[in-house]
């Protein structure tokens, strides 16, 4: 994971995103898109010059506010969900601090879910299931099924 966090962008279409989760409840943000709005995790495009790992850390502070948390596993990468162009680098990491809404023209709120109240209209199902079916994910929750 280290060499893909470490790795610095060369080219447009570099997206990383994050589930940030503490014990048994994942962050999700309300984005107003001009076609639709639904719930996504932090993250955005990279800048060229700067790394995945800057980058997450860049847009996590910008869109939430929060500036302490551990990445803590990398999932791969899968296609935009608005541009299938864009590569999208997954991973998810913990945190102790409470996100705030800092860009009230994207984001409505940001919410905790727990695994049995996750919404209907997460913006890419295909990120949303890599996450849900990783072992370590949930854990908590998935022994109290």
Request: aromatic letters at 12%; charged letters at 25%; proline letters at 3%.
């Amino acid at each position: 994971m280290q060499n893909i966090l470490t790795t610095k962008v060369d080219s447009h279409g570099i997206c990383a995103v994050i589930f940030i989760y503490r014990e048994n409840e994942v962050l999700f943000g309300f984005r107003h898109y001009p076609e639709r709005s639904t719930w996504t995790v932090p993250g955005g495009k990279c800048e060229i010059g700067e790394t995945i790992e800057q980058c997450i850390q860049r847009e996590v502070q910008e869109e939430t506010g929060i500036t302490g948390f551990t990445i803590k596993k990398y999932f791969g990468i899968v296609s935009g969900a608005r541009d299938a162009k864009n590569n999208v680098h997954m991973f998810s990491g913990t945190t102790d601090q409470e996100p705030v809404v800092t860009e009230p023209d994207k984001f409505s709120e940001w919410k905790w879910f727990d695994r049995e109240n996750i919404p209907d209209n997460f913006i890419s199902h295909r990120e949303l299931e890599l996450f849900l079916n990783e072992k370590n994910n949930f854990i908590k929750i998935k022994n109290n099924l």
